[in-house]
């Protein structure tokens, strides 16, 4: 895409057909919750996820190991509220503003992101577990 | 992966194999400004770029449109201070935690997450241009 804008769209259907999904029909969408910035987790989203999210007001992904729409938290309980979707000057990745209903990671950590790579220490964890381990795990 | 956390290395170089790259070694990765946790943007790294990210300290990408490594902002002056790479639980997503030099959006926005998707209103534009628009863009 140019310098141009990104081609507004009043309506939502429109809007999908603007959105340069990947070869494999998805597109890569970071989750973040609304009140305090954290990044909660990436992960995938088809068509059919964007749309069940924008329809039941919940972070819907597509999970690539199950294949199959993943409703977050439908196991867990650790629903995330949606309260805004926003795509990016290239419409080929998506960001969700949610309000989590609890921990995001299956570790029981709030964040998937949990881990810090760096020269000096290598890949090591720094976020405290939360709640027991789920089984609510969909990559 | 299953519930057991993501193993830890203390080489910089393991951690690099534990890392789940594509199928086309690529791997995506958010971009987050350190002090506001605004998302600024998401794209692609190689095994490359997160090398070149950590060496320097700056934040590098891979350019998917141009096949080539990134240097956010080398054109533009606009380049992102690398703070800290976070690594999530599946070990296919990265994080960078940056303080940008300005603007992340080649559209001179300081986010290229600007847009907004909702069924209300279709695709909207809702944030402010900052600067000039850049030639510094490599989708």
């Not at 059919?48 to 992904?61: H, M, Q, S, W």
């Not at 199950?66 to 629903?79: A, D, F, I, P, Y």
């Not at 990016?88 to 990745?93: H, L, N, S, V």
Request: aromatic share 8%.
């Amino acid at each position: 895409m140019s310098n141009k804008d990104l081609p507004m769209q009043t309506s939502w259907e429109e809007a999908f057909d603007t959105l340069l999904w990947g070869a494999d029909g998805l597109m890569p969408v970071t989750t973040v919750q609304v009140d305090t910035g954290t990044v909660l987790m990436s992960a995938w989203v088809s068509r059919a996820a964007l749309r069940k999210t924008l329809e039941i007001n919940k972070a819907v992904y597509w999970s690539r190991s199950r294949q199959e729409l993943w409703v977050k938290g439908e196991t867990s309980g650790n629903v995330q509220h949606l309260c805004e979707v926003r795509v990016d000057c290239d419409g080929d990745a998506l960001l969700y503003i949610v309000d989590a209903a609890g921990p995001t990671c299956h570790t029981g950590r709030q964040s998937c992101f949990s881990w810090k790579l760096s020269p000096d220490t290598g890949l090591v964890c720094d976020r405290k577990i939360e709640e027991q381990p789920s089984q609510d795990h969909h990559a």
